[in-house]
């Protein structure tokens, strides 16, 4: 039933019900008719809702959350449940790994700021990979990032950090930044990260952004990963595509080019 699995959406993304309904223009009141299934969908409320959400508008009306992304680690298990239909993204163990360290190292630096919440997190990582590829035109995480409707999401994020959280190396806090509701990543003091991963030149960069990105609001951050071209041109629910970070818009761009470089 799709009110019920509008309703599960909204938890599961940590949502409020005044939230939404100011985002697809009726009163709250309404909305709740729209959840416990007395009032239905128009179809303009219904495509907000599917670009909320970051689902594909037929899928959406069919009570499902689209393709289920598939992570096969190499050398490991996998880290996500078969489910159909599904995109399979293959991704090497030293990835993994590699990332699992980013992002201890990023939570240390900046993970205790009042803003900082999954939504900065996911920018920040997502910056951290493409402004790298525009600058030195190779991978540092390397993730694959999907397009939805607050901007790209780290696909190995959420299995990652579930498989962190077990082991006790970060704790998920739940708590509220003004009135917007917050999921925090705190890490385990006795945890550090290996830096041993990381060349001069990559920290050096994770450092960068995080200096020059890591105050902003999960509200800034969006409206930025919205004029990037990555974002722009790829289609909700697929993958962003590195290569495109070439046709940046000053805007955006972290890369000084020069005559030498091709167009």
């Known amino acids: 039933m799709l009110s019920k699995f509008i309703q599960q959406l909204r938890k599961k993304h940590n949502l409020t019900q005044e939230f939404l309904a100011s985002k697809i223009g009726v009163s709250r009141p309404t909305y709740m008719q ?57 991704v090497p163990q030293e990835k993994v790994d590699k990332f699992r360290q980013i992002l201890l190292y990023v939570l240390k630096k900046v993970g205790g700021k009042p803003n900082v919440g999954m939504t900065v997190l996911y920018k920040l990582l997502y910056f951290i990979d493409f402004d790298y590829y525009e600058k030195y035109e190779n991978q540092l995480m390397g993730l694959v990032y999907l397009k939805n409707h607050h901007g790209p999401t780290p696909r190995l994020f ?7 959280t077990q082991k006790g190396d970060v704790e998920i806090v739940k708590s509220k930044f003004y009135q917007y509701p917050q999921t ?67 805007e955006t761009s972290v890369r000084e080019y020069d005559d030498t470089d091709e167009d």
């Open 158 to 164: 959420e299995d990652l950090i579930g498989d962190m």
């Open 34 to 90: 729209i959840e416990q299934g007395e009032r239905d969908l128009t179809i303009t409320e219904a495509q907000k809702l599917a670009d909320i959400f970051g689902i594909p508008f037929d899928i959406f009306l069919q009570g499902k959350e689209g393709a289920k992304v598939i992570i096969e680690v190499k050398g490991g298990k996998k880290q996500a449940k078969k489910e159909e239909p599904e995109i399979r993204i293959s």
């Open 184 to 250: 925090k990543y705190l890490v385990n003091p006795a945890i550090g990260p290996d830096l041993s991963i990381l060349n001069g030149k990559e920290q050096e960069h994770i450092d960068w952004e995080l200096q020059r990105l890591s105050d902003l609001t999960a509200s800034q951050l969006t409206d930025l990963s919205h004029k990037d071209v990555p974002w722009i041109s790829a289609e909700n629910g697929k993958p962003l595509d590195y290569e495109s970070v070439f046709y940046r818009t000053p």
